[in-house]
């Protein structure tokens, strides 16, 4: 984990040094007086051969110094942090969403094999898989926000209105008003992958030895469904929230911009528009950051629910 | 009246090929307190008749004729949810792999717990107890509930499986090649305890198996499949000293026996027929060597040549003839060519 | 000769089986030849504005002259649309055709030659799976410039690891067949043993994933276009919801502009899901840790 970290770090580095025009910029604002900008250069090294600025880069990164933003004019740090929190929100509860209906429809659609209800329902999946998903965004927006009017066109908040604090924003239903569009397009998005495995996996555990002898014990169909077959097939589904969570990151991108969510992603991409190169470093990092970190728990979830692993630390 | 009463039960199944005729008219009684081995090789139905009797077939099998009596009653005619009932309170199973017939997520004692609460109506305390009793009847240690299936070994986990068989006192269990994947001394270990709880509980069993000396160890009656029809049918002594069809003789050749140890193992050349086009004579005739040119054309039907032992062959008087050249090597090797 | 014979009769048998693999198969080639006949196709230049005298066709509502109307600017969306084909199938082929090779190659050195080389290529594929792809495309093209091809590249430089891996899975599991083996003995070089024994019977594979790499890439760049760093000189689906968007389309409930682009992408996206079996493939998702 650690060592993949190193490595996209190290090519942050050489793509922002590399860029074309002058490399100082990548500090640097060009407004900044000759002052600030000589402060600026001794502190990233900026006048020192390339692989010294390397290690201080890395430095500053393990210290958590990742610069100032040149267009909210605050360190980066300060400006990621307000807003992070609000993307783990959106991915969280598109997650949850999209693993519940995923993991059930999963399970219907297998216990369906053969019939036509499957056939349909394994084609919409797909259409969930083959439509952008900032385009999904925008036909819920445009349906249920500006002719419905059930939900608001956008923003975490009402216009001119301010959360008193994190916990206050959480408690908020006027929060989740507005989260629900975005999330639920995130969503759409995300339920192929639990919904096509869950289902794969069933089918494979339906023809297992302890699912017919269930049955031969006279359980209830139901039952054996769910303890049985569902209970197994869905372990491999939870080690895919690792792979499903790397795609959420990408998603999240266009989702948030689509919905003017005030997250990491619309972050990265204003501040890819406006050039600010250390806010652009930093949200990337973040980005690679929560993406590795999720896989982590992933694993470890795996672990705990699987009793064949780590046999071990249960006895 | 037997407790079990099988009358010409037949289940095949929709392929995309055609009809596949598995089971084709098999009958068959168990008396109360017996046990009746059904043999034949893999694929001659005897697993596909059983779980017809118990309807657990799979969605594209069915069962276009034919009666299954269980204590005077036919059980075929059951709805489905009378059937889930008679599960394993009535009849119960001890399945092939034993290895696979558990669910791995979950303790053995939570399985054991689940059918005798949900369907024995015991509470957990009880339930508990019955469990622990149970594994002291079939040699295991009671802690043992505890663990996971996939931490016993293999003789274990017979055990256990025949323990939980016996979780909600059945009057019929069946055995599904209860002790194949198991080396041969603990093949034999298994199949006498198994005989001494049928005793000592008074309990019918059907045992299936593709291996003739394990029914003779253990089984009081004896049919022989093959090719979805029982070629033999008759006592165990019956069948193993005066065996009658030419299947039944090139069984006995074909598996190792603790009490011979130096025999030699003769095969039967060949593979079964295709049962989505059957032949129209004996099923037997491309492998047999004893066939006669009506043997072919025409199927000879279970005749009783002795008081209860029924043989479907046409050779009826000359059996004895038949029996010793059997015994050879040259008989059956000349069917391999 | 013989192989290329070979690789056609498979193929149109497969067509026959397989009723997506087929719909997949049509629906690219319904867009191949809108591409190739755009100019004649589409009634209007998509980059013009047009005017009806002094009066620009701003906003029109699909009928008449504009069968889906006009964008805010007053340009035809129909024929932008119909234009839209092109760099869609052009993005999505090259991509494909990168990832197809790079993947491949990858791939099969790795699971053939194991050892040291195995050992790097593989940790560079563990790198690349290591980076969120959507934002790394977004930054790169972001500072290189928004052309197509920078799009391409950016994307082509992520989209090889999926396929590299299984690629490798696939070539550790064929290099122990028996065939390969009496090659070996026989004096083959490893060269020739690569390409010639093995490449054929992981070639089915690298179809699949290729395929499934078009309808990936033309994703992304519609993301890339709609988020503002596409192309303006290339008109695609994703810069046309992305104009769309900017142009206040959805509060106008102007329906007619930002559902077609969409729906083209999903069609020809999907088509690659259905080609090459990727319907197995995505139904039956399976993980394992290569």
Redesign the interface.
Known sequence: MIFTMWIIATILFFIFRLMPGNPLVAYIDPTFTEEQQQILMEQFGLDKPLWQQYGIFLKNLLKGELGDSFFFRDSVVNVISRVLPNTIYLMLLALIIAYIIGILAGIYLAWKRGERIETVGIVLTLFTRAAPQFWVGMILLAVFSFKLNIFPSGGASSAGTVYASEWAKLLSPAFYHHLFLPALTLAVYLLGLPLLLMRSNMLDVMNEAYVDMARMRGLSKVRVMLKYAARNACLPVITAMAVGIGYAMGGNVVIETVFSWPGLGRLLVKAVSTSDYPLAQGAFILIAGVMVFMNFVADILYSLLDPRVNLENRR | MALLEVRNLKVHYETDKGVNQAVDGISFDLEQGRSIGLVGESGCGKSTTVKGI?R?MS?NAFIPTGEVYFDGKDILKYSDKKM??????DI??V???AM???????TVKNQFL??MQ??GGMNKKDAIERAENLFTMVGLNKDLLSY?P??FSGGMKQRAVIALALALNPRLVITDEPVTALDVIVQHQILNELKELRLKLGLSMVMITHDISVVAQTCDDIAVMYAGKIVEKGTGKQILKNPLHPYTMGLENAFPNLNEPNKILISIGGSPPDLIDPPSGCRFYERCPFSMPECKHKEPGLVELEPGHFSACFHREDVEKYRKEAKEVETWQQMIM | MGVIKKILSETYNFLRQDKFALAGVLIYLFFFIIAVFAPVIAPYDPHRMIRDGAQFMFNMPPGGKFILGTTNMGRDIFSQLVYGVRPALTVGFAAAFFVMVAGTLVGLISGYYRGKIDGILMRITDIAFGIPFTPFVIVLVGFLGPSIWNIVMAMALLLWRDTARIIRSQVLTVRERSFVEAARVSGASNLRILFVYIAPNILPLSFLYGSLAIGWAILTEAAVSFLGFGDPKVISWGYMLHDAYVSQALSRGAFYWFIPPGICIMLVVMAGFYIGRGSEEILHPKLKKY
């Open positions: 118990v657990i969605k889930q009932e008679m599960r394993w309170s119960s199973m399945p092939q792999a696979d017939s558990l669910n791995p997520v979950y689940e059918v949900l369907k996971y996939h931490e």
